[in-house]
């Protein structure tokens, strides 16, 4: 059986760490022939001179649903496979994300995001922020747009992402595939190494909270049926209450998290107490949200 054409699409905006993904995307088992990878953002065709991609020069673009967008029209193939510009996919990752993409109702498929660093707050970092996406057990459940697959006509029907949200926009995705009755699976075998280069307890910290700050509850609010912690969240919203459930919705966070990757990774125990800090963090911003809405739109980065 003849295989299928599949574009990679890429946000651009780090070049050093581009160039990694790329290389590692010229060493895939999948047939190069097949594979068209477009690279979106400003500047981004400094880097067509060295690589086989097909460069999508914009203005500087801070809410990656745009980003994401701009690519998968610009895109050729049948399978749409995301990719940030910091996670270098494993040699097999293309041909993970088409076998998993031919599954009868897969809307979405998503993988393993392993950090890069061994250090102890990079670990931190990959187990507060990606936890569950640590594991190597198959579920159902929300995938990460850091590397998420979907088949085009499918991505077109639920009209792609939502390019007003800076954050939480593949959260908003996979929701409305599952409202279209499709289902998002994770699959640990779509692997990627993801460089986030956060090493400190502060870089945590900021990471955490600035995106409680920005996507607050409104992604929570929009899919209140589609999920046990949107329907918490939304049910303790009022800005007075929210601070008396932050500590207890932390910490069964923080316990949901170690409960499912301790097995493999029994070091997620030393994280813990880091864990429900930059998850407390994380909330801190959301409460900030509930007080004075969500910040302009801007040029804000995660630190």
Avoid at 87 to 108: D, F, Q, S, T, Y
Wanted: glycine share 8%; charged share 20%; hydrophobic share 40%.
């Amino acid at each position: 059986m003849t295989k299928p054409h599949v574009s990679v699409i890429i946000p651009f905006s780090r070049k050093e760490q581009a160039q990694v993904v790329l290389a590692c995307l010229g060493q895939q088992t999948y047939p190069a022939d097949l594979v068209e990878i477009v690279l979106v953002g400003a500047q981004s065709s400094v880097l067509s001179q060295h690589y086989a991609i097909k460069a999508v020069e914009t203005k500087p673009i801070y809410y990656p649903g745009e980003a994401r967008n701009i690519g998968a029209h610009e895109a050729m193939g049948k399978y749409l496979l995301f990719l940030d510009d910091d996670c270098a996919p494993a040699a097999n990752w293309i041909e993970e994300n088409v076998a998993a993409l031919k599954r009868p109702g897969i809307g979405a498929v998503g993988g393993l995001i392993a950090g890069k660093s061994r250090a102890f707050f990079a670990r931190c970092v990959d187990f507060s922020r990606f936890g569950f996406y640590q594991v190597g057990k198959e579920r159902a459940m929300v995938v990460c747009s850091a590397s998420l697959g979907v088949e085009r006509e499918v991505f077109m029907e639920v009209g792609g992402f939502d390019e007003t949200l800076r954050s939480e926009e593949d959260m908003d995705f996979c929701f409305r595939l599952q409202a279209h009755g499709y289902r998002t699976l994770y699959q640990p075998t779509i692997k990627v190494i993801h460089d986030h280069r956060r090493t400190t307890l502060s870089a945590l910290l900021r990471y955490s909270y600035f995106y409680g700050r920005v996507s607050g509850l409104h992604v929570k609010r929009l899919y209140p049926g589609l999920s046990r912690r949107n329907k918490i969240l939304s049910m303790v919203q009022h800005p007075y209450l929210y601070p008396l459930m932050m500590l207890p919705i932390s910490l069964g966070a923080t316990l949901n998290i170690v409960r499912l990757t301790v097995r493999e990774h029994p070091a997620v125990l030393l994280y813990s107490p880091f864990i429900v800090t930059s998850k407390l963090a994380s909330h801190i911003g959301i409460w900030r949200w509930l007080l004075h809405g969500a910040p302009l739109r801007g040029r804000g980065k995660a630190e």
